[in-house]
Nanobody
Framework: QVQLVESGGGLVQPGGSLRLSCACSGSIDRLNVMGWYRQAPGKQRELVANINTGGGTAYYADSVKGRFTISRVNAKNTVYLQMTSLKPEDTAVYYC?????????WGQGTQVTVSS
């Protein structure tokens, strides 16, 4: 069974950093676009960043540009989200996703809380 497993969430003070990881387990031929969404309480899910198969093209939401960096290691079927200069408004559950041949697969989510 193919699944995405996230890690790296937690509690951090404003201005701090966290690195999220999302690894794909199971047999999969190809992971196309991979990325991260987030959902804060009472808000709609928001696309944070995504990255193409080769890793050369990335998209960032305006709210995280200059602070977050997405990357991937295809040999490990893993995507990362390096988050710096974190703000309280970054508090949310972060979900990774991957586009595959039959559609998209999702991780279970990891909580990020930015608070002093």
């Amino acid at each position: 069974q193919v699944q995405l497993v996230e890690s790296g969430g937690g509690l951090v003070q404003p201005g701090g950093s966290l690195r999220l990881s999302c690894a794909c387990s199971g047999s999969i031929d190809r992971l196309n676009v991979m990325g991260w969404y987030r959902q804060a309480p009472g808000k709609q899910r928001e696309l944070v960043a995504n990255i193409n198969t080769g890793g050369g093209t990335a998209y960032y939401a305006d709210s995280v540009k200059g602070r977050f960096t997405i990357s991937r290691v295809n040999a490990k079927n893993t995507v990362y989200l390096q988050m710096t200069s974190l703000k309280p408004e970054d508090t949310a559950v972060y979900y990774c996703f991957a586009v595959v041949q039959i559609g998209a697969i999702w991780g279970q989510g990891t909580q990020v809380t930015v608070s002093s």
